[in-house]
């Protein structure tokens, strides 16, 4: 399972997971496109970003906030990505594939990821990242 979505009262949250902390990075950013649209999305563009952070949460924070940027300013709807970060430096690269977000019937509008309720964790073997999400 690389995410799944949790009960709460008025926005989105949810948990995704993985193998490595790039991974559930991966799936933190696949998960809050999948709450958008449910379907399948072309890979036609691929960009390049860039992000740092203070901690792992703020780090995921702005990861996820940058794709909420490219979304409202250039219409790039994510399709597949590929992270790899530097614990140390707590930098993070990324290489995404989407397409245009005009051309899916996109049924919910993120507003802004929160700091509300986020953990990066490691459990055992795995990595856990929970993020809420204002609709």
Do not use: W
């Not at 799944?4 to 902390?21: C, M, P, R, V």
């Not at 036609?44 to 300013?73: A, C, H, P, Q």
């Not at 995404?96 to 005009?102: I, P, R, S, Y």
């Not at 073997?125 to 999400?133: A, E, G, P, S, T």
Request: aromatic share 12%.
């Amino acid at each position: 399972m690389r995410f799944k979505f949790l009960e709460h009262t008025a926005d989105i949250k949810f948990q995704a997971f993985g193998k490595s902390l790039d991974e559930a990075f991966e799936n933190s950013a696949l998960a809050m496109f999948s709450s958008m649209y449910k379907g399948k999305v072309a890979s036609k563009i691929k960009k390049r970003i860039k992000v740092r952070g203070r901690d792992k949460e703020s780090l995921l924070y702005n990861f996820l906030e940058e794709l909420l940027f490219l979304l409202d300013t250039e219409g790039f709807f994510l399709s597949s990505v590929k992270v790899k970060i530097d614990e140390e430096k707590l930098e993070l690269e990324a290489e995404l594939q989407g397409d245009k977000a005009k051309n899916y019937p996109v049924n919910l509008d993120v507003k802004a990821v929160t700091y509300n309720q986020m953990q990066v964790k490691r459990e055992k073997n795995k990595y856990i990242c929970q993020v809420v999400l204002d609709v």
